[in-house]
């Protein structure tokens, strides 16, 4: 094991608590909370450590998320508790899409490794009750979600409308839950929402789309674009939905081997080595610039190169490693898992939240857990034989 794993493995203990894993080692912000998302990635990364007491952290984290489960089925954001002064937030400008489709994505996942068909019985009616609210929120029953700005991990980009990462998290969460439950209706349902990414996501699709002339007018490039809305696409490569993309096996092999090389020579271009969040970064002559300013509640983060903007994520290159070993790329796997440790060890090991991919800088919050859960979660994949349910 290398020292970079070990210090990985140390920091999630140091982000454990008697509720679950903690976004941060530090009291930062909002960030000393259990997270649905964050949560759920340190979670995938305990059961691939195999260590038994991070894998009791995250079964704590995913009771804590369904204990405050709205009566309408929203799982928190982020719930704090601090001695008995529980605060539950279930999003800031808008509410958190994927904070559901995690949740979903963690319980099934801990029920597959721990072969435990009673955690999944357990847990039905909490996410029974989040497959009958993401229904609703097609809007227009065409099995598309609809996601609100600010309705995601990417709290503070441009995304909204029919965002692809949020599509592909879903199919992902009804596929987990499915080899369980062995639903037709669920089958069906995933069935049609993957037609769906099909023909509104892929160049050259024939059949009728949502949004057929602003369908017509996008250049489609050696990705999918990251979202669409009746304003039109939004055409920015999102590394994380197309890490997905790849994962849940999207596209011919034509399609997958054009993405696998425009993602692997964006990555190795950069200084850092890793995959940017989004590509490329908005700047204040572009049209979106308005959009991306004021989309903020508290202080403007998203220069081009930093956060959302053009900013390289530990968190999100784990789930680019995961696509590249999944298609049997393991000298690049190996390059990314290199690049993620040299991130996670800059300033002595402080596991920052993400980095400017210009001057390789470090932004956000230092001791950040889903950092260190990426190096974990792709170490045991790539070397260990873990394997996630997809």
């Not at 369980?180 to 009728?208: G, H, L, R």
């Not at 995959?275 to 049209?287: Q, R, S």
């Not at 040299?342 to 300033?347: I, T």
């Not at 002595?348 to 859960?373: K, L």
Request: with cysteine; aromatic share 14%; charged share 20%.
């Amino acid at each position: 094991m290398s020292m970079a794993y070990d210090k990985s493995i140390e920091l999630l203990f140091n982000c454990s608590s008697d509720d679950g894993f903690l976004a941060s080692a530090q009291d930062i912000s909002n960030y000393k909370r259990v997270w649905a998302r964050d949560g759920v990635i340190c979670g995938l990364a305990a059961l691939a450590s195999g260590n038994d007491k991070l894998i009791e952290t995250f079964k704590k984290t995913l009771e804590t998320l369904a204990r405050h489960q709205h009566k309408i089925g929203t799982i928190p954001s982020n719930v704090s508790i601090q001695n008995s002064n529980v605060e539950v937030s279930y999003g800031g400008l808008a509410g958190r899409v994927d904070a559901i489709t995690w949740f979903v994505i963690g319980v099934s996942q801990y029920a597959y490794f721990n072969e435990d068909l009673s955690f999944i019985e357990k847990y039905k009616s909490n996410i029974e009750k989040c497959f009958t609210l993401l229904d609703a929120w097609e809007f227009n029953n065409k099995h598309l979600l609809y996601v609100p700005l600010s309705g995601n991990w990417a709290d503070e980009y441009i995304t909204d409308g029919y965002v692809l990462y949020d599509q592909l998290l879903r199919i992902w969460a009804l596929k987990s839950y499915n080899s369980f439950a062995k639903s037709d209706s669920i089958s069906n349902k995933i069935e049609n929402i993957t037609k769906q990414v099909q023909i509104n996501f892929f160049p050259n699709s024939k059949k009728e789309k949502f949004h057929e002339r602003a369908y017509k007018e996008i250049k489609f490039e050696n990705y999918l674009p990251c979202s669409f809305s009746p304003s039109g696409y939004k055409i920015q490569f999102d590394a994380f939905a197309n890490s997905l993309a790849l994962l849940l096996n999207f596209g011919d092999k034509d399609f997958q081997d054009k993405l696998l090389n425009f993602t692997f020579n964006l990555a190795s271009e950069t200084k850092l080595g890793l995959l940017p969040a989004f590509w490329p970064p908005i700047t204040e002559n572009d049209e979106n610039w308005s959009l991306l300013k004021n989309n903020c509640k508290y202080e403007f983060r998203n220069y081009p190169n930093e956060f959302h903007n053009g900013g390289s994520w530990a968190m999100v290159n784990g789930f680019f490693g995961l696509a590249l070993f999944s298609k049997n790329k393991l000298n690049q796997t190996d390059f990314i898992l290199e690049k993620i440790h040299n991130a996670n060890q800059m300033s002595n090991f402080s596991f920052y939240e993400n980095f400017n991919t210009d001057t390789r800088e470090p932004n956000g919050v230092p001791y950040c857990a889903w950092s260190a859960a990426a190096g974990i979660l792709l170490h045991q994949t790539r070397h260990n034989n873990f394997k996630i349910l997809v």
